[in-house]
Structure formats: C-alpha cells, structure tokens
C-alpha cells in the first residue's frame, strides 16, 4: 500500500475523535495493512490509554532560542524588530530574551551585524514510540506549562513512514496546532456530535479545511441523541456523513475501562471496516 494519510480532527473536544482514531488503526491491523497511529494532540494525549503499546523508543525534543553575548552586543535593536513574537526586548542598551515565546526561526541571529546571538536548544517535550498489537505507535508528550506545541507536532510527524496507513489523532479546534497536524493529510475525518455546539464548531472546522483544500468527511457520535441540524447542514453543503455512530452506553462503559470499542463490542469491527473501506479504497 502507497502512503496514504488521514487525519481525524473535530472543532471542539470531546467529541469523540479518539475513539474513530485508535479503532480505524485496530482494525487496519487486523486486516492485515501496515498502520501507524501518531496522537498528535500533544497537550493531551491519551490514544495510548486504550491501545496500550509498548513503548520502545523516546526522544526529547528542542527548539533553538536565542542566547547574547552581551559584550558583542551594540544594542541596535535590529533583533528586536525582526521577532515578530516578542520573544526579544530592548531596554535602553539591555536586550532581554524570553524563550518561552520564540518560535525558533532564527531571524533575530540572521539580522545581528556584530555575531552577537547565538541558538541553544531548549527542551518542549518528548517523542514515544513502540508497538500495539500490530500497530506502529507515536505520540508527543508536551512539557507541563510549554505554550507551544507546534514543534512537537512537527516532531511527531516526520515519524510518519513512507508506506502504509498512518492515523493522525489531531488536536480539538481550528487553531494552528490543529493546522500543523491535519496539513498534507489525503483525507481528513471530522468528528462531531449533534448539539448545537457541535455544529457550530463543525462549521469552523469546515471553513478551515477548505482554506486548506483537504478531502474530508463528517462522522457524527452520539447520532441519535440530538437533533437534524448537523444532518441538515452537512446536506446543504454537500458533504459526505460517513458514518452515525449510536449513543450506545455500551462503548462509554468500554471507554471508561480504557478498552476499545471493537474490542468490547465485535459488532463494531464491521462499522469501522466499512468506514475505512470508504476511505482508503481498499478491499478489506
């Protein structure tokens, strides 16, 4: 199988993203595909808790901030202007750094006339990979109180092999973790649920991914516990629901014990199939 990407993304949290994500990679696995799973919801991975891998390798991860030499230092302030970010002040003759908000594009040390910065790597969290029951496993673990978590994305995407299906568990949102991650997928999954939250981050959602031009469909959890405005909306903008998946208590009780739900329920083994069917175009 060719590298094939999909990224499974939803406007808001707790919609059930998770839950599509790690069954779609089980049931890849047992149908005999090369598939990986990379929880790129940095801030709160928890794919891990309900495909349990074995974790075999982990790598920190850094991003380079500036450091001045204060005594090459002539205060013209041309670092400052370039950082787009604050992450460098100018006090008088003082230039004073904040490494917590660079984004690690080396401008200010591009622009300095005198070679007065220099980079030095600063540590915003952890890469892990290892083995689940046939599925390649990746997930970042970002570093309690890092604000960005972009870099770690980025890390944990170029972990994505040359061949094969690879799941990517996005971050909730529309923001730009959500954009590092979904960007480059073949196809996209957007999780919602029928509520009128759930459609109005639906809708943002889907203006971001056709900002993007990316492939994508709906699948709505808990389908038969609101109303027909997600259904209504998704049909007057011609877009595809994938799959209704019931508001079934069995599948909470499953998640509550960390298991998977086509673990739980054999039933559901068949809903997931169809569905990756739908996507991939493979005969499964």
Same mark, same amino acid.
């Given at each position: 199988m060719d590298r094939t990407i999909i990224a499974v993304a939803s406007g808001k949290g707790g919609t059930g993203k998770t839950t599509v994500a790690t069954n779609l990679a089980r049931v890849a696995s047992i149908q005999g595909l090369e598939v990986s799973y990379l929880d790129c919801d940095v801030e709160e991975p928890n794919g891990h808790i309900f495909l349990k891998p074995r974790i075999e390798n982990s790598a920190p991860i850094c991003v380079s901030v500036p450091v001045v030499d204060e005594g090459k230092c002539t205060a013209c302030g041309k670092c400052k202007e370039i950082c787009q970010y604050s992450a460098i002040a100018l006090l008088g003759k003082t230039i004073l750094t904040f490494p917590n908000l660079c984004h690690d594009c080396g401008g200010c040390m591009l622009v300095c006339p005198t070679g007065a910065i220099t980079e030095t790597g600063r540590e915003v969290g952890v890469v892990e990979?290892?083995?689940? /029951? *046939?599925?390649?496993?990746?997930?970042?673990?970002?570093?309690? *109180?890092?604000?960005?978590?972009?870099?770690?994305?980025?890390?944990?995407?170029?972990?994505?092999?040359?061949?094969?299906?690879?799941?990517?568990?996005?971050?909730?949102?529309?923001?730009?973790?959500?954009?590092?991650?979904?960007?480059?997928?073949?196809?996209?999954?957007?999780?919602?649920?029928?509520?009128?939250?759930?459609?109005?981050?639906?809708?943002?959602?889907?203006?971001?991914?056709?900002?993007?031009?990316?492939?994508?469909?709906?699948?709505?959890?808990?389908?038969?516990?609101?109303?027909?405005?997600?259904?209504?909306?998704?049909?007057?903008?011609?877009?595809?629901?994938?799959?209704?998946?019931? /508001?079934?208590?069995?599948?909470?009780?499953?998640?509550?014990?960390?298991?998977?739900?086509?673990?739980?329920?054999?039933?559901?083994?068949?809903?997931?199939?169809?569905?990756?069917?739908?996507?991939?175009?493979?005969?499964?």
């Open positions: 990979e290892g083995i689940a /029951d *046939g599925v390649r496993f990746v997930h970042g673990k970002l570093r309690i *109180g890092e604000a960005m978590s972009p870099p770690l994305i980025r890390a944990v995407r170029k972990r994505i092999p040359d061949s094969g299906l690879s799941i990517i568990d996005a971050p909730p949102g529309t923001s730009c973790p959500v954009i590092q991650s979904v960007r480059g997928a073949d196809y996209v999954l957007l999780i919602t649920e029928p509520t009128p939250f759930g459609l109005n981050d639906l809708k943002l959602a889907v203006e971001m991914l056709r900002v993007l031009k990316l492939p994508f469909g709906v699948v709505v959890n808990r389908a038969d516990m609101g109303d027909e405005a997600v259904f209504n909306y998704c049909d007057s903008e011609s877009i595809d629901v994938l799959l209704r998946i019931p /508001d079934d208590r069995r599948i909470a009780e499953a998640y509550s014990r960390g298991q998977l739900a086509t673990q739980a329920l054999p039933e559901y083994n068949e809903v997931f199939e169809s569905l990756l069917k739908g996507i991939v175009g493979v005969q499964l």
